[in-house]
Structures are given as structure tokens and as C-alpha cells.
């Protein structure tokens, strides 16, 4: 028997039941994130999503105006706007509508597991480390495009490796809601369309050149979107500091290669991530273990790895080379597949297996509480929630001892500060904006003439002062060229600049926000560092 014939039996096994399998998923991911679902909106929440989704909610227009408009496709927007019309506009609803989102996801991760090994214990395992790796446990409750695009990757996998189906329109519409989700979620069905080509010349048979026919239409649905924004803005991708951020001043080789070193470390090593892959990679010394009878283990086939490892690999050139940021999330639909390649090569060739389960399951319940020791984005585990508290409590102090106050600050406590929609204040408080707290930026604030009189002040990028995996200052140089790094002044620094005095500060696990009263308008005049 064939290798694809041998995938195509396992396929054909075990019956699937979406009704059976969701529910169960989505109150897990509701009761986990409980403690979560009343927190108010978070970085790119609250600077873009949230302001793009309430834009259509209330005037129905596709493009935000509310907030620089990126381009992003309008189906995250679309989805959060019907979720308010039924229940109401609040944090919980939009929170409880992402944990749908990513039971979503999750079931696909299911299905994946069934359809590639053909046992439920697997997909179980599959499905429970998935939905605690800190990433994705993160990103579960966050209002991001990504988590829509990657639901809707994962079930157009799914779809594309089921056997039993003839035609492609179920994957192709799932690869077209992923890019009308996000715009990147085309590297995939394209990266696939490219393998099924592939597949023509290495196996001749042209049934492949209809698949990858088929796998390219998700471009006509994201090209019309992109018409009609070009349409309504005479921009085709957002504006054009948009675009030389994530595009054009991301191309120098240096930068792509570095940026590719931090993507494998992030698909095999982020967040403990780490303990299921070297574990894997010690199954794979010892021998395939029999089943009862006496056939061995089977492995995913070598069709499906490499259906998988196209995936993996076009998403880490892709994200290499476009996106000033190395979010994480931008890889949120290869987390599934690396831990599903990790559960059953524990199950093949250890007895066991339920032990090297548990391990991956504390290292990734650690990664959710502990901070990992070098730099990395809040978001990627419950790091965001620190950073909302802190910034939460330091409003309050502003509201109780300086209500009238103009408040200096940076992004994205600036919004914060000025819409009451995202959950912090209920009126608007009148800020001068600044970019960051670095000692350039608190130089520039030193000379401004709007009459500030408190300042809320944070760290904006985790930085931990002791980092036992830094790499000195030529690394910093680099990260400073390429990746927007900056160190904040802390908070005394930039009192002393400013001729201001700490009137609250507090700390969160390396994370720290202050807030500064200044006696009169400010006429700062700049001392010498």
C-alpha cells in the first residue's frame, strides 16, 4: 500500500462530528479565559481593531477613519459589528466572540489530528496543548485579525487533506475568508498552489494543475478588496508609512536573515515551546513501537508532512521578509501543526506518551505565567494582562489627583487616555502625545509648549534588566536599526528631566507605569543627561 493510500485509510477511519467535538471546546476556552473576558482593550485593540470594527458598526463604512487605516480586509470588523448588534457593545462580547473564534480553530486542529493519525487520544493531546500554548492561550481573547485568519487556514488545511472530498470549494472559501481576514493569510494557499505545480512535474498527473488552479482563487476576492479600497482612498495598501514599514524598509538581506533566525526560534523554541520539540526529537532516537496487532505505529505520512512543512516554511520566508514587527501571532496557524508532528511521534515510538504530554503541558502552562529571560512582545502569554492592570491603575491616579490635567504620554495610553470606548476612562482626557519614553523622546517632550501638568509614563517594550541572552551592543545596534528598539528612561530619569516629581509608580513582572505631576504649565527647559 502506498503512502498516500496508507493516509487515505487513516482518513477514513474515524468519523468526525463538529457538533460533538465544538461545544466542548468553546466552554474549555470560555472557562480558562474567564478571569480574561472583562479586561479592557490592548495595544493593537485598541489602535486599530477596535476602532476599525466600531467604524462600520456605526456608520457601515469598510474603511476605518477613527484610526489610520491599514487596509487590512474587513471581515474581523464585519464579524465583531454583528456580535455588538446582538448583544451589546462591551469588552466581555467582543472577548467571548474571539473565544469562539478560536474554538473554531481549535476543532480544525481536531479534524487536522484525525485526519493525519487516525486517533482520538492524539487529537485530544493535540487539541489540549494548543489551546494552552501560551500564544495561542493569549491571542484567544484578543480582537486580532489574525486569530479569524487563522481559524479559517487551519479548516481549509483540514478540508484540503480530507480524502473523501472531491471538489475544492470548501478549502477555497476558508482561504478566501482568511484573507478577507488578513491580507498575509495568502502566503498559504499560494505556497500550496506552488507544491500542487510542483506535484505535475514530480508525479506527472494533471489533476494537480486543477488543485493549484483552484488554490489560487483566494487572490481575486483580496485583489477585489484591494480595488475597492484603492477605490475610495487612491492608496492600495493602507498609506505610505504603512507600506515602508512592513514592506519596503524590511528588504535588506541582513535584516531577512536575521528576522528568519528569530522565526525558526519562534516556531520551535518560543514560550517553552521548546519542551515538546527537543522531546521529539528524542522519540525519534528509539525505535517505532507495534500496535496490538502487530502492525507499527503509524506516522503521519510523508504526503501530509510535506503538505505541512510547505506551510511552515513559506510562513517563516514570508514573515522574514514582510512585517516591520515579529509578532508571533502572524504565525498562529503553524503552532497547531508543529504540536500535532510532536504528539504522535510521542505516541509511535514511546509507551508512555501520556508522560511527554503532561511535561509539554507544564512548560506551557509555565510559559503563561513566567516571563521567558529575554525581550519579547506582552501579548505572547498573560504578560498583556499585567500591562492593561498597570496601565489601569495608573489612570485611576491621574482621574483621582489630577481630573483636569493634560497628560503626557505615548501610544497607545493616548488612546487610551482619549477614547472612552476602549474601556479606561468614561471622558475624554486631553494628552500631548510623544513616541516613547526613550531619552530622545523625553528630550522632544522637554521642549514642547503645550501646558502638560501630569504625565503617565510605562514601559513600552518588556525589557528585563538583567538578560542573560543578550547579545551586547552590537546586537541592540542591530535591533535598533531594524527593529524599532529603544530603551525607556525610567521613571525618576525622566522626572529629573522634566522637572516633574513621581507621584505613583508600580511594577508587574519586569513591567513598570508611573505617573509624574508637574507644579505649573509646563515650560520645561532640558537638563544635560
Known amino acids: 500500500m502506498s503512502d498516500r493510500d496508507k493516509s487515505s485509510a487513516v482518513r477514513q477511519r474515524h468519523p468526525f462530528s463538529i457538533w460533538a467535538v465544538f461545544p466542548a471546546i468553546f466552554l474549555a476556552d470560555l472557562l480558562t479565559h474567564w478571569p480574561l473576558l472583562r479586561l479592557p482593550y490592548y495595544w493593537d485593540e485598541a489602535g486599530y481593531y477596535i476602532p476599525a470594527a466600531l467604524d462600520f458598526f456605526r456608520t457601515g463604512s469598510l474603511i476605518p477613519f477613527s484610526t489610520l487605516s491599514n ?57 489540549a496543548l494548543t489551546a494552552i500554548y501560551p500564544v495561542f492561550f493569549a491571542q484567544s481573547s484578543l480582537a ?35 484573507v478577507l481576514s488578513k491580507e498575509t493569510a495568502i502566503v498559504t494557499p499560494l505556497a500550496l498552489a506552488i507544491w500542487e505545480l510542483w506535484l505535475v512535474f514530480r508525479n506527472r498527473d494533471r489533476k494537480h494543475l486543477g488543485r493549484a488552479a483552484a488554490l489560487s482563487l483566494p487572490v481575486v476576492p483580496l485583489s477585489l478588496w484591494y480595488f475597492y479600497y484603492w477605490h475610495r482612498t487612491r492608496f492600495v495598501f493602507g498609506n505610505p508609512e504603512y507600506l515602508r514599514y512592513n514592506a519596503t524598509a524590511t528588504l535588506t538581506p541582513l535584516r531577512v536573515l536575521i528576522a528568519f533566525a528569530h522565526r525558526l526560534l519562534h516556531i ?13 526529537f528524542a522519540c525519534m532516537l528509539l525505535p517505532p513501537l507495534k500496535e496490538e496487532d502487530g502492525a507499527t505505529r503509524p506516522r503521519i505520512s510523508f504526503d501530509d508532512q510535506a503538505f505541512f512543512y510547505v506551510v511552515i516554511l513559506a510562513n ?4 522574514s521578509i514582510l512585517g516591520g514587527a515579529l509578532l508571533t501571532r502572524y504565525l498562529l496557524p503553524l503552532y497547531p501543526l508543529m504540536i500535532l508532528l510532536c504528539v504522535n511521534t510521542f505516541r509511535r515510538r514511546l509507551k508512555q506518551w501520556p508522560t511527554l504530554v503532561a511535561l509539554s503541558a507544564a512548560g506551557f502552562i509555565a510559559g ?64 500631548v502625545a510623544i513616541d516613547n519614553f526613550s531619552f530622545a523622546q523625553i528630550q ?12 503617565l509614563i510605562f514601559s513600552t517594550k518588556y525589557d528585563p534588566p538583567r538578560l542573560p541572552f543578550s547579545l551586547g551592543r552590537r546586537n541592540e545596534a542591530i535591533d535598533t536599526r531594524f527593529f524599532d528598539f529603544h530603551h525607556d528612561l525610567m521613571p525618576a530619569v525622566i522626572a529629573r528631566l522634566l522637572d516633574g516629581a513621581v507621584t505613583w509608580q508600580a511594577q508587574r513582572k519586569g513591567q513598570w507605569a508611573a505617573v509624574l505631576h508637574f507644579d505649573r504649565p509646563q515650560e520645561a527647559r532640558f537638563l544635560e543627561h
Open 71 to 127: 487596509a487590512h480586509p474587513p471581515l474581523p470588523s464585519i464579524y465583531l459589528a454583528a456580535a455588538w448588534k446582538i448583544f451589546g457593545f462591551s469588552p466581555t462580547i467582543t472577548r467571548v466572540a474571539m473565544c469562539c473564534v478560536a474554538s473554531l480553530a481549535l476543532t480544525a486542529t481536531w479534524k487536522l489530528a484525525l485526519l493525519t493519525t487516525g486517533r482520538q487520544p492524539v487529537a485530544a493531546a493535540t487539541v
Open 144 to 178: 486580532h485579525a489574525d486569530l479569524f485568519a487563522a481559524a479559517a487556514t487551519l479548516w481549509a488545511i483540514a478540508f484540503l487533506l480530507d480524502a473523501g472530498r472531491a471538489n475544492l470549494w470548501a478549502p477555497v472559501v476558508c482561504f478566501s475568508l482568511a
Open 268 to 280: 520551535t523554541a518560543h514560550m517553552n515551546l521548546f519542551v515538546p520539540v527537543l522531546l521529539m
Open 316 to 319: 517563516l520566508i514570508f514573515f
Open 368 to 431: 503563561l505565567f513566567v516571563n521567558p529571560p529575554y525581550r519579547f512582545a506582552p501579548e505572547d502569554n498573560l504578560a498583556y494582562r499585567d500591562v492593561i492592570l498597570l496601565h489601569q491603575s495608573a489612570i485611576a491616579q491621574i482621574l483621582q489627583r489630577y481630573p483636569h490635567s493634560m497628560v503626557l504620554t505615548a501610544w497607545p495610553a493616548t488612546d487610551e487616555l482619549s477614547k472612552p470606548e476602549l474601556g479606561y476612562v468614561e471622558q475624554p482626557i486631553p494628552i
Open 444 to 455: 522632544r517632550a522637554a521642549q514642547l509648549t503645550q501646558p502638560y501638568t501630569a504625565a
